[in-house]
């Protein structure tokens, strides 16, 4: 079946403008993640939901970061007046919350990669 | 607050060799420990993981034991291929929780 889908893949932004990245999750997934991931690190999370619902919010960096899943599915990470050090790749994942705890499977989309001139 | 940290790479090795890569990770109570995998032009992959003490996940020829007396969770495989090339992360989730915290990961060479 279909995998984590995000787009677009690659976003060139000049600082200041705005910026939206867009995931599409496995169909029936629950538990939707987003991560940023600098050139040669490992992902740092950014923010969590179960279904509708925002739990954890505590790795967004700043109030110009800003991440929604209205109905529950696709979900949006919005960034606002981007600034240099917030080029990095953007990576979504998707989990079905079968155990009712954090440790189950996530599944990754490519990502989003993010340059901003 | 909790954290991981494993060996800095790249690691270089020739085919049919054994690999290690350590991992060691600082966090209250017992979280459960990941290890992932990104192979070249690649979405990141869960490849194993083990959720309490002394419990050893395994997949694809790749192990790692979760060790609570030396908070370390060091991915072994026992004959590598060139197929095994790639970036590999360790990371866990705390006690009761969903925020995943990666190792800033290590890159590995296998030599034909």
């Known amino acids: 079946g279909a995998g984590v889908s995000q787009s677009p893949r690659y976003k060139v932004a000049k600082r200041g403008q705005d910026v939206a990245l867009r995931c599409d999750p496995i169909?029936?997934?629950?538990?939707l993640f987003w991560y940023q991931q600098a050139l040669g690190q490992g992902p740092e999370f950014l923010t969590y939901f179960q279904n509708e619902a925002q739990l954890d919010k505590s790795g967004l960096p700043s109030d110009r970061f800003f991440a929604e899943r209205p109905e529950g599915s696709v979900s949006t990470l919005k960034i606002q007046r981007t600034q240099q050090e917030d080029s990095a790749v953007y990576l979504c994942a998707s989990s079905p919350l079968t155990s009712g705890r954090g440790t189950d499977t996530q599944y990754f989309g490519p990502g989003t990669r993010l340059t901003v001139l | 607050g909790n954290s991981v940290t494993q060996m800095e790479g790249p690691v270089t090795l020739s085919e049919e060799a054994f690999l290690t890569i350590n991992c060691t990770y600082t966090?209250?109570?017992?979280?459960?420990l990941f290890w992932y995998v990104q192979y070249p032009g690649e979405g990141l992959q869960l490849l194993l993981k083990?959720?309490?003490?002394?419990d050893k996940g395994s997949n694809k020829g790749f192990e790692a034991t979760y060790r609570k007396e030396t908070t370390s969770f060091h991915l072994e495989k026992g004959s590598v291929q060139v197929s095994d090339s790639a970036v590999y992360f360790c990371a866990l989730i705390g006690t009761g929780g969903f925020k995943t915290i990666f190792g800033a990961g290590t890159r590995l060479f296998v030599k034909a």
């Open positions: 083990a959720t309490k003490a002394d």
């Open positions: 966090a209250t109570g017992y979280p459960s």
């Open positions: 169909s029936g997934h629950v538990s």
